[in-house]
């Protein structure tokens, strides 16, 4: 027999007289009692645990019977016969304790009505007062008993209950408990929602009494501690809840958009809620998740549900969050000792004696009760007994036996502590609280398995416990994944996910940049290429191809600058776009310095050579002179961009535009964000390549009245002003559209666009006319002998007028540069041309004149009979000697610095 330890003192302390207690003891004495086992007669103290089991409903009747209150009524059973025969089989401090303590402890017990305390503790006969109470399981209940037992001065030590109000001294004095307390239990709940799942909304439903609402304010405090973005919403259901107020109960929690329940209700309260919430659609429906606490232990066990049913959909996939003892070491070997006690027939049938109702209920005869075990409550009230026996046996003074309440008790919240089947039991002196570092806590995730019942041909559904994670010394350590509602192990946001607007780059926005850049890189690789295919052309050799290709070059990197400013959250990460952001500085600014600083250089050029020219003085201008300006621009440029990448680069930063109820954004954007610093280097780099368009548009300027062979620099000016206006106009655009990512791309690509083009179109496309006209005039000139003997004579004749002003780097080297027509600005030769227009008209009357002259003086001669016709045209001759029609003589009469005006511009005003 397992128990024939406690049954021989039970019944020794149910017959042999006991001496009365001395005042404040609380051990009964039996003296001069004579032990069989060391063959000694001495005096033997008896300690009476009073265990406090809730072993039935009360308000449903006898009927209705709890698992876990005689599972721990039988642990307590079996605590108690371990230490009266020292076996330390469990606990080696416990080992011969019989033989070095003279305690032996009984237990009786009773149901938690304050009607049953009150009457065990104020009995008259004082022969079997209790020494001790282990108990309650609900808090509610031990508050008030512990009140009542710590003004009779016994100590009583709880198993079950966690509420972190009886940590009050002051109103529970004696009150001690093997388990942690809410505040414990809280911190590990509130680090696996916060830190697992990543919550940081919640509701937390809770029975409206001492107990739920004090585990709410551990979880309010714990959350204050170690998740304060965490919002925790409490929904209390009176103990006495209807179905009315269940239904607004879960209206609330529907109400609140929450997605994650943790419920702390009674036992028979579970299927009502979960019932209602699954009708309301908060549960089941794959985007709720149901965790609930320790009172949840044993809902689900042997049960069944057809599947697709309410509650199987329910149900399926919550969890239940508890501190536990079951995953310690010693759970194994307690585990074999409870089922060697029930194997036993005359312990079972001794239990039913000492164990009120224990006979008859279902678990007397059932197979599956004790094995396994299901409740952890069992192990904790084992501690309990086990602390409550060596405490006592530590404080015994061995002369006469007496211990008091207050030496009891002291000596139990002090105890060092001991390796129990719990884990290592150490209580906080100040609470007689368990230490929460000193135990387990445990996710249990129900997780549902089918079977085709043969009667119906149904599918039903059971519901197994699986350990999916564990917290221990502060930290949760996963086991298995967790299966949620949804069937996935992937847990569903705290509240519902936002419709959330990135204002994302549209693709019709992306399809027009594409095409612009495209366009522009076509246009700076097609005009490069141009030029190397007609290098050796005049054209190309006096337009310096040097310059050309940089134009080119610093367009195409200006071009591509629109690939990366099209990066967003779409394409990279934030890292790619970061780097994104960074290159669409580095190619515009390097490109943009490239092109202007190459055409400041053109134009200063012919500006040098007009200042010498109008010296009359010879002067040779090579490429490295010009591109001084180009490697100074340029190597600033790249300097300022370097220090910025390391120092202070830009940063792609996502703006939050509009946020839910919850606070979680509904619209964001995306912006390359200028850190602190960043400026530093972006306003230098803008004011320097702003210098660069100034000094272009001045020297353009200064070259507005020189007429060259190609007039380069003012279609580089009207480039330069086409600029200007864009970003004039685009500019504040821009600077308006900062918050909408699709009009920057957009009024971005464009300006980018558009001095690209203004920029190579300018530049190229009358020099590819320019020669097009060429080689047309060629091909005309090769037609026929005399049309290209005219032709050559007609430009024989422009060249030798117009060369003795033409002003050249190097004559030997004329093909090599661009003629400078003339000196004269347009002013000048705009009066040249009205002078010539005068005299052009005066000449057209004069020989109108003299053609009158001519008609009557022939009409004369017809009418003179007696004259020869020698005289006639000797006269004929005389008139047209006097008339000056010949362009010659018109050329004659004009001033003496006409010399450059070609005769097709002459002929053009005569037409």
């Known amino acids: 027999m397992v128990l024939s330890s406690l049954r021989k003192w039970q019944e020794l302390s149910e017959t042999t007289d006991i001496i009365p207690r001395e005042k404040a003891s609380v051990l009964d004495v039996v003296q001069n009692y004579y032990d069989e086992e060391d063959d000694t007669t001495k005096n033997i103290a008896l300690?009476?645990?009073?265990?406090?089991?809730?072993?039935?409903d009360v308000d449903s009747g006898p009927s209705s019977y709890f698992v876990f209150g005689y599972e721990a009524a039988i642990a307590i059973a079996l605590a108690i016969d371990h230490l009266n025969q020292g076996n330390g089989t469990l606990v080696e401090e416990v080992d011969g304790l019989n033989q070095r303590c003279s305690i032996r402890f009984t237990s009786k017990y009773i149901g938690h009505t304050l009607k049953q305390i009150n009457s065990r503790v104020n009995n008259d006969n004082s022969t079997r007062l209790p020494s001790a109470v282990l108990g309650a399981f609900r808090s509610a209940v031990s508050s008030p008993s512990s009140i009542v037992t710590?003004?009779?001065?016994?100590?009583?030590?709880?198993?079950?209950?966690?509420?972190?109000?009886?940590?009050?001294?002051?109103?529970?004095?004696?009150?001690?408990?093997?388990?942690?307390?809410?505040?414990?239990?809280?911190?590990?709940?509130?680090?696996?929602?916060?830190?697992?799942?990543?919550?940081?909304?919640?509701?937390?439903?809770n029975i409206n009494d001492s107990f739920g609402n004090s585990y709410v304010r551990a979880l309010k405090n714990a959350a204050t501690k170690l998740a304060p973005n965490m919002t925790i919403v409490q929904i209390p259901i009176d103990e006495t809840a209807d179905d009315e107020t269940?239904?607004?109960?879960?209206?609330?929690?529907?109400?609140?958009?929450?997605?994650?329940?943790?419920?702390?209700?009674?036992?028979?309260?579970?299927?009502?809620?979960?019932?209602?919430?699954?009708?309301?659609?908060?549960?089941?429906?794959?985007?709720?998740?149901?965790?609930?606490?320790?009172?949840?232990?044993?809902?689900?066990?042997?049960?069944?549900?057809?599947?697709?049913?309410?509650l199987q959909l329910a149900y399926r996939g919550t969890g239940m969050l508890k501190s536990s003892a079951m995953v310690g070491g010693?759970?194994?070997?307690?585990?074999?000792?409870?089922?060697?006690?029930?194997?036993?027939?005359?312990?079972?049938?001794?239990?039913?004696?000492?164990?009120?109702?224990?006979?008859?209920?279902?678990?007397?005869?059932?197979?599956?009760?004790?094995?396994?075990?299901?409740?952890?409550?069992?192990?904790?009230?084992?501690?309990?007994?086990?602390?409550?026996?060596?405490?006592?046996?530590?404080?015994?003074?061995?002369?006469?036996?007496?211990?008091?309440?207050?030496?009891?008790?002291?000596?139990?919240v002090n105890y060092p502590g001991f390796q129990g089947v719990s884990g290592n039991v150490i209580l906080d002196p100040m609470t007689g609280t368990r230490m929460p570092s000193s135990t387990f806590y445990t996710l249990t995730n129900f997780v549902q398995e089918e079977r085709i019942d043969p009667e119906t041909g149904n599918?039903?559904?059971?519901?197994?416990?699986?350990?999916?994670?564990?917290?221990?010394?502060?930290?949760?350590?996963?086991?298995?994944?967790?299966?949620?509602?949804?069937?996935?192990?992937?847990?569903?946001?705290?509240?519902?996910?936002?419709?959330?607007?990135?204002?994302?780059?549209?693709?019709?926005?992306?399809?027009?940049?594409?095409?612009?850049?495209?366009?522009?890189?076509?246009?700076?690789?097609g005009f490069a290429l141009w030029t190397w295919y007609r290098r050796s052309t005049r054209i190309i050799l006096a337009s310096q191809p040097f310059f050309l290709y940089l134009i080119c070059g610093g367009c195409f990197l200006m071009a591509t600058a629109i690939i990366p400013l099209q990066f967003d959250k779409e394409i990279a990460d934030t890292n790619g776009c970061t780097i994104a952001c960074n290159a669409t500085v580095w190619l515009a600014f390097i490109g943009f310095a490239i092109v202007f600083s190459s055409i400041v250089s053109k134009t200063h050029r012919i500006n040098l050579l007009m200042q010498n020219a109008n010296r009359y003085s010879r002067i040779k201008v090579t490429v490295r002179d010009t591109v001084i300006p180009v490697v100074v621009l340029v190597s600033f440029n790249i300097i300022l961009l370097s220090l910025m990448a390391a120092l202070h680069p830009l940063t792609y930063e996502i703006e939050v535009v509009k946020v839910d109820e919850f606070g979680q954004p509904e619209e964001t954007h995306g912006y390359c964000a200028a850190m602190n610093g960043t400026l530093y280097y972006l306003i230098p780099l803008s004011l320097l390549n702003l210098s660069s368009v100034i000094v272009a548009i001045f020297e353009c300027w200064r070259a507005r009245n020189i007429a060259?062979?190609?007039?380069?620099?003012?279609?580089?000016?009207?480039?330069?002003?086409?600029?200007?206006?864009?970003?004039?106009?685009?500019?504040?655009?821009?600077?308006?559209?900062?918050?909408?990512?699709?009009?920057?791309?957009?009024?971005?690509?464009?300006?980018?666009?558009?001095?690209?083009?203004?920029?190579?179109?300018?530049?190229?496309?009358?020099?590819?006319?320019?020669?097009?006209?060429?080689?047309?005039?060629?091909?005309?000139?090769?037609?026929g002998a005399s049309g290209r003997t005219s032709r050559m004579s007609s430009y024989t004749n422009f060249s030798s007028s117009s060369r003795s002003t033409e002003f050249n780097l190097n004559d030997n080297k004329s093909q090599e540069t661009e003629r400078i027509i003339t000196t004269k600005t347009k002013k000048e030769l705009?009066?040249?041309?009205?002078?010539?227009?005068?005299?052009?008209?005066?000449?057209?009357?004069?020989?109108?004149?003299?053609?009158?002259?001519?008609?009557?003086?022939?009409?004369?001669?017809?009418?003179?009979?007696?004259?020869?016709?020698?005289?006639?045209?000797?006269?004929?001759?005389m008139i047209e000697e006097s008339c000056p029609t010949s362009m010659q003589e018109i050329q004659d009469d004009l001033p003496s610095n006409h010399e450059d005006i070609p005769t097709s511009s002459l002929d053009e005003e005569k037409g």
């Open 330 to 412: 010693k759970y194994p070997a307690f585990a074999s000792s409870i089922r060697a006690l029930k194997d036993n027939a005359d312990d079972f049938r001794y239990l039913s004696r000492i164990i009120p109702d224990f006979d008859q209920t279902p678990y007397y005869d059932s197979k599956s009760f004790l094995d396994p075990i299901q409740f952890d409550y069992a192990m904790f009230f084992y501690d309990a007994a086990i602390l409550l026996g060596l405490a006592a046996c530590d404080a015994i003074r061995r002369d006469d036996l007496m211990l008091t309440g207050d030496d009891l008790y002291n000596n139990i």
């Open 47 to 56: 300690c009476n645990i009073i265990s406090l089991m809730p072993l039935h």
């Open 246 to 310: 269940i239904r607004g109960a879960i209206a609330f929690i529907k109400a609140s958009k929450y997605n994650h329940i943790f419920c702390i209700v009674l036992f028979s309260y579970y299927d009502k809620i979960m019932m209602e919430a699954s009708r309301m659609g908060v549960a089941g429906d794959g985007e709720h998740n149901w965790l609930f606490s320790d009172l949840f232990s044993g809902v689900l066990n042997d049960r069944e549900f057809e599947k697709g049913s309410s």
């Open 459 to 525: 599918i039903m559904v059971k519901f197994n416990s699986v350990l999916t994670d564990q917290y221990f010394n502060g930290t949760w350590t996963p086991i298995v994944p967790y299966v949620f509602n949804d069937g996935t192990t992937k847990p569903s946001l705290g509240i519902p996910a936002p419709a959330l607007d990135s204002n994302p780059i549209q693709s019709w926005v992306r399809a027009i940049a594409c095409i612009l850049c495209a366009s522009g890189i076509l246009l700076s690789i």
């Open 830 to 877: 705009c009066e040249e041309i009205r002078l010539l227009k005068k005299q052009l008209k005066r000449a057209k009357s004069e020989r109108a004149n003299r053609l009158e002259e001519n008609e009557s003086l022939m009409k004369e001669s017809h009418s003179c009979e007696g004259e020869g016709d020698s005289d006639g045209k000797v006269g004929l001759q």
């Open 150 to 205: 710590g003004l009779y001065g016994f100590p009583q030590i709880s198993g079950a209950s966690t509420s972190a109000a009886l940590d009050d001294k002051d109103q529970y004095p004696k009150f001690a408990r093997t388990i942690p307390s809410d505040d414990g239990v809280a911190e590990a709940i509130i680090e696996y929602f916060d830190e697992t799942l990543g919550l940081d909304h919640l509701v937390v439903m």
């Open 708 to 783: 060259t062979e190609f007039a380069e620099s003012q279609y580089i000016f009207k480039a330069l002003i086409s600029i200007v206006l864009v970003v004039f106009i685009g500019g504040p655009i821009l600077f308006i559209a900062m918050d909408n990512p699709n009009a920057m791309v957009f009024v971005s690509s464009g300006i980018i666009f558009v001095a690209v083009c203004a920029i190579l179109l300018l530049m190229f496309v009358p020099k590819i006319m320019y020669h097009r006209k060429l080689q047309i005039e060629k091909a005309k000139n090769g037609a």
